[in-house]
């Protein structure tokens, strides 16, 4: 994924900055036991957001120390995996599966191969994640089978959203195999679904226009390209995505990681959409490392 759904740190308490870096450990230990070390290269701030947004209310999270394999000399805290980490580790997965594929097909003979040898070292964790998230996948196939279409055809005068909406469409499909079975069920995936949704629409956006001055250099295919948006019009739009991601996140449950994932809706995204406006993302890789 993109990597710009991430906690503005300053501001997280230390007890919440533990949990978030040991949850990552341990989605991290859940994409190495699915898939070994090269699916841990799937591992980003979007997956583990995934992690704590699609964690069950009332299921605590259990810490403990295990060996990293990056930093052998001591071992790190780790959140022991509950079926939500589990289920991002997947999604993860199955998402890097497809952008290599898109990567293979649509970009240079040098990105397209080392695409493809990527997706040889991924090719047995994609396959048993598409079978255990079947519906998932699926939904990834044809949501990104659309957003390339409707990239192809992009005008000028084209709804903005004719190709967003199909991203934050794939991105909603994630909440759909959670909350099964539970008293609230419903409402959560829906509330959940809503988030995810105007969530996908924020990334899909940013990242355009991250991308749009190298995408304008190399003639590939921008939603905002040739459209003449200024970034206070498109901040509109992006801070309105945002706020509806918000207003979602407040019909859900309290659960152990409401306020790191507060943290990321109210501080965190707005964060990252200022730096990218400013052009501080791309040579910064971000900010606030955690």
């Not at 493809?116 to 079947?134: D, Q, S």
Request: aromatic residues 8%.
């Amino acid at each position: 994924m993109f990597g710009y759904v991430r906690p503005f740190t300053p501001e997280l308490r230390v007890r919440e900055l533990e949990l978030f870096r040991a949850l990552y450990c341990g989605v991290c230990y859940e994409l190495g036991r699915r898939g070994g070390f090269a699916a841990r290269c799937v591992l980003s701030y979007d997956v583990v957001f995934l992690a704590a947004l699609l964690w069950k209310p009332g299921e605590a999270p259990r810490v403990e120390k295990r060996r990293c394999p990056v930093s052998l000399r001591k071992k790190r805290c780790c959140v022991n995996v509950g079926s939500a980490a589990e289920t991002a580790a997947g999604y993860g997965i199955i998402l890097a599966h497809h952008k290599l594929l898109d990567d293979a097909r649509d970009e240079g003979p040098l990105r397209a191969a080392a695409a493809r040898t990527a997706m040889i070292f991924l090719g047995g964790p994609y396959k048993r994640a598409a079978r255990e998230y079947a519906a998932f996948d699926e939904a990834a196939r044809e949501r990104l089978r659309e957003l390339a279409e409707a990239e192809a055809s992009e005008s000028g005068d084209a709804p903005l959203d004719s190709a967003a909406d199909k991203f934050a469409l794939l991105l909603s499909a994630a909440a759909e195999s959670e909350a099964s079975g539970e008293t609230d069920g419903d409402a959560r995936r829906r509330a959940q679904s809503n988030l995810l949704y105007h969530l996908g629409r924020w990334l899909y956006l940013l990242d355009a226009r991250d991308d749009l001055a190298e995408d304008e250099e190399k003639r590939r295919p921008n939603v905002l390209r040739r459209r003449g948006l200024d970034d206070y019009e498109l901040g509109l739009t992006l801070t309105h995505s945002n706020n509806l991601a918000a207003s979602a996140f407040e019909l859900l449950p309290e659960s152990e990681w409401s306020g790191i994932v507060r943290n990321v809706l109210y501080l965190g995204l707005p964060s990252a959409q200022e730096r990218v406006f400013a052009g501080e993302w791309k040579r910064r890789r971000g900010y606030h490392a955690i």
